[in-house]
């Protein structure tokens, strides 16, 4: 079993910027981040597998937000920049414990952080 604990969410205004991490209490495949609005599903945001540098955006963040990872601490980032009022959310973290093949996907995480909210105001 893998914990997960996510930090870094807070208040910023339209057009500012934050850093979540996402620190794993042991190794794990593929990480990801995903969000969730009030009354809407949960929604995948961006992923990283375990070796490699390749990364996977939704659309709705491409250009804006940048994965990273660093293997050696067990810990997932997200740089999340020009923020919008449409990204308040609370971003969950998730991390697979298979080599994954559908990354957006929840059904591919087994593990699951409990949340950080981010709010951005206009």
């Known amino acids: 079993q893998v914990r997960l604990v996510e930090s870094g969410g807070g208040l910023v205004q339209a057009g500012g910027s934050l850093r979540l991490s996402c620190a794993a209490s042991?190794?794990?495949?593929?990480m990801a981040w995903f969000r969730q609005a009030p009354e809407k599903e949960r929604e995948f945001v961006a992923a990283m597998k375990r070796m490699g540098t390749r990364t996977y955006y939704s659309e709705s963040v491409e250009g804006r937000f940048a994965v990273s990872r660093d293997n050696a601490k067990d810990t997932l980032f997200l740089q999340m920049n020009s923020l919008k009022p449409e990204d308040t959310a609370v971003y969950y973290c998730a991390a697979a414990d298979r080599i994954t093949v559908r990354v957006s996907t929840k059904s591919e995480y087994a593990y699951w952080g409990q949340g950080t909210q981010v709010t951005v105001s206009s």
């Open positions: 042991g190794p794990t495949y593929t």
